[in-house]
């Protein structure tokens, strides 16, 4: 089984900063894609941030310039870097990953989600 813990999130002030992270374990074999997700209230789950086994990188356009995604290979590590943050970035944000186990199967796990809250 995988697990996926995020951490990071909290309360911060419009123009402040976080960084989430989100730690992968278990049965993992080859990974081809992490990202972060986010779901505001009354909202649809929607995608923020993913990066690909081969490092490929894409963002929402609402976060461009201001959000980082990266990773630590050796840790399987996910990471979001949020900076210049707004009140519409409110959101519970998941981790998400995608891969294939031993038979190349596709399979995909989310974390539990971490709140975001960002309001003076």
């Known amino acids: 089984q995988v697990q996926l813990v995020e951490s990071g999130g909290g309360l911060v002030q419009p123009g402040g900063s976080l960084r989430l992270s989100c730690a992968a374990s278990?049965?993992?074999?080859?990974?081809?894609?992490m990202g972060w997700f986010r779901q505001a209230p009354g909202k649809q789950r929607e995608l923020v941030a993913t990066i690909t086994s081969g490092g490929s990188l894409n963002y929402a356009d609402s976060v461009k310039g201001r959000f980082t995604i990266s990773r630590d290979n050796a840790k399987i590590t996910l990471y979001l870097q949020m900076n210049s943050l707004k009140a519409e970035d409110t959101a519970v944000y998941y981790c998400?990953?995608?891969?294939?186990?031993?038979?190349?199967?596709?399979?995909?796990?989310w974390g539990q989600g971490t709140q975001v809250t960002v309001s003076s």
């Open positions: 998400n990953l995608k891969l294939r186990d031993f038979l190349a199967r596709k399979l995909e796990y």
């Open positions: 278990g049965r993992i074999f080859n990974i081809d894609e």
